[in-house]
């Protein structure tokens, strides 16, 4: 069973820094792209940052120059450097990332992490 688990969520003031993680464990064969997304109150999920496994990197317009996706492969963990955070950054913040497992090498599926609270406060 493969699952991931973020952590790093909280409260913050305007300005502050947080870092999320988030770590894939299980029965992991490989994994390709490993992203974060957000979803605030009443609004749609969206894309934050994406990296595939050689660290070719995707963001959002709004957290560029601000937000940083790192991966460890041996750890097989993303993070999600957030710095200068804005009352709009509040939102849950959910992993995913595509694992093939040991389980059925044939197919790549889409994990996506329980997701992490990150409130900024004005």
């Known amino acids: 069973q493969v699952q991931l688990v973020e952590s790093g969520g909280g409260l913050v003031q305007a300005g502050g820094s947080l870092r999320l993680s988030c770590a894939a464990s299980?029965?992991?064969?490989?994994?390709?792209?490993m992203g974060w997304y957000r979803q605030a109150p009443g609004k749609q999920r969206e894309l934050v940052a994406t990296?595939?496994?050689?660290?070719?990197?995707r963001y959002t317009d709004s957290v560029k120059g601000r937000f940083t996706i790192s991966r460890d492969n041996a750890k097989k963990t993303v993070y999600l450097q957030m710095n200068s955070l804005k009352p709009e950054d509040t939102a849950v913040y959910y992993c995913?990332?595509?694992?093939?497992?040991?389980?059925?090498?044939?197919?790549?599926?889409?994990?996506w992490g329980q997701g992490t609270q990150v409130t900024v406060s004005a």
């Open positions: 995913n990332a595509g694992i093939t497992s040991w389980s059925n090498l044939s197919i790549q599926r889409v994990y």
């Open positions: 299980g029965s992991i064969f490989s994994i390709n792209n």
């Open positions: 990296t595939t496994s050689d660290n070719n990197t």
